[in-house]
Nanobody, 118 residues
């Protein structure tokens, strides 16, 4: 069993920055793709950013150039740096780990609220 604990959410003004953290209970990066998802009110959950076990990153078009996903293997932690935040970024953000060999083996964090408002 893998535990994912998220932190770093909060209230920020448009144009501001925030960094989310996802701490894993063990080193899983070698066999798991890691991702950040978000779900806004009235919308389905969507993939925001991901980093594969091999280190390849990808982003939703809506956040390209503004968000950056990274990982610290020594700390078993994945980060999401969020810059130039917009009100439409407001959502609950979730950390996800997916086994690269068995996609059904998946873990989720508890979610952290990000609110972008004046």
């Amino acid at each position: 069993q893998v535990q994912l604990v998220e932190s770093g959410g909060g209230l920020v003004q448009p144009g501001g920055s925030l960094r989310l953290s996802c701490a894993a209970s063990r080193n899983i990066f070698s066999i798991n793709d890691m991702g950040w998802y978000r779900q806004a009110p009235g919308k389905q959950r969507e993939l925001v950013a991901a980093v594969t076990s091999g280190g390849t990153t990808n982003y939703a078009d809506s956040v390209k150039g503004r968000f950056a996903i990274s990982r610290d293997n020594a700390k078993n932690t994945v980060y999401l740096q969020m810059n130039s935040l917009k009100p439409e970024d407001t959502a609950i953000y979730y950390c996800n780990a997916r086994n690269i060999y068995r996609s059904a083996l998946e873990y989720w964090g508890q979610g952290t609220q990000v609110t972008v408002s004046s």
